[in-house]
């Protein structure tokens, strides 16, 4: 199987909760779309440092991650950072990788948005057995 892109939808949960509260407006709302890599072998959402800049999530903490060369890094863990694909929504925390490394959406997103891998088109879809809503395995 080759590599697989994704277009998600990535917005500053901050901001979306101060717009609901109508402290900011729906425009001020830090949002942008980026083709990334669906990485069942990464646990977390990844961004990088460009689009960290670009969106501002709040850092949370500082973590050590392993790349797939296996070097070991420090990186910062952002949140809190909504992801929207086609009908899809979930809000987890991101990793951020050095300078402009490839954005990977990982498994704990993949799953929450109940997203499959296509693997004869190749691409990313919304799971046929529930198509107009997610639905989480809790067992």
Known sequence: MG???ADIELINGDD???SRRH???EEEVKRMHVNMLVDTGSYML???ESIQQ????PVMEKRKAQ?????IVECDVVGWVE???KNRATTCRAIVLPGDSEPLLGAIPLEDMDVLIHPQRQE???NPDHPYFAVTKLK
Request: net charge positive; charged share 5%; hydrophobic share 65%.
């Open 3 to 5: 590599l697989i892109y």
């Open 16 to 18: 979306l909760a101060m």
């Open 23 to 25: 402290i900011i407006g």
């Open 46 to 48: 990844a961004i990088n």
């Open 54 to 57: 670009q969106l501002q999530f």
């Open 67 to 71: 790349l797939a060369n296996s070097q």
């Open 83 to 85: 992801l929207r694909f």
């Open 124 to 126: 990313l879809i919304v």
